[in-house]
């Protein structure tokens, strides 16, 4: 789909608040900051991307969600993001007298489970597992401690319907190449 945008209209969407983004992080920390510029230390880093483009203001006024098509400990990493590209709910990363009421993070969604930062003094909780993925998959495979959600269970499989409307806005199937073996299948759930 394609429309047409001014400039003056982008920003007042934008600044507006009214937008729920999603994002692919390279890196996110136990407290939802994201980093999607450098992998390393930012004057000599291993890994430079395209620097955080529109994150930090996308990060700081509108909802967002994550979706990380590779759930392991090089994305969900142990401490600090290697740079802060997006805020998080660090409050010693914000300037006193900042206003937060605008910031949100919904949800995180990986190849194995989806995730919220709703948990006490905003830790990360497990929602919902994959079929087929343990909670202990999911801990080993991120670098600081998860909670599971009350009633955390198996995530709901896509319905009819929502498949044919994913067929038709995805045509040549190019979702399939998001998640590394394209998985073709259900598998049992388990839960520990």
């Not at 670098?143 to 806005?169: V, W």
Request: with cysteine; net charge positive.
């Amino acid at each position: 789909y394609s429309g047409c945008m001014s400039f003056e209209r982008v920003f007042e969407c934008v600044w507006g608040g009214r937008r729920h983004a999603m994002i692919g992080p390279t890196q996110v920390d136990r407290w939802g900051q994201t980093n999607l510029s450098v992998v390393g230390d930012y004057r000599q880093p291993k890994i430079a991307m395209l620097g955080v483009r529109g994150l930090p203001g996308n990060s700081i006024n509108h909802i967002n969600s994550f979706f990380v098509p590779s759930h392991n400990k090089r994305v969900f990493v142990a401490g600090e993001v290697d740079m802060v590209s997006g805020v998080g709910f660090k409050a010693e990363r914000w300037l006193e007298g900042s206003r937060r009421d605008l910031m949100d993070i919904r949800r995180v969604v990986s190849d194995l489970c989806v995730m919220d930062f709703e948990g006490p003094e905003r830790a990360v909780r497990v929602r919902s597992l994959h079929p087929g993925v343990s909670f202990e998959e999911v801990q080993d495979n991120t670098g600081f401690p998860l909670l599971k959600a009350d009633g955390m269970g198996e995530t709901a499989h896509p319905t009819a319907e929502q498949l044919a409307i994913i067929r038709r806005l995805d045509p040549h199937d190019l979702r399939a190449s998001a998640l590394k073996g394209n998985p073709p299948g259900i598998r049992a759930a388990t839960q520990a």
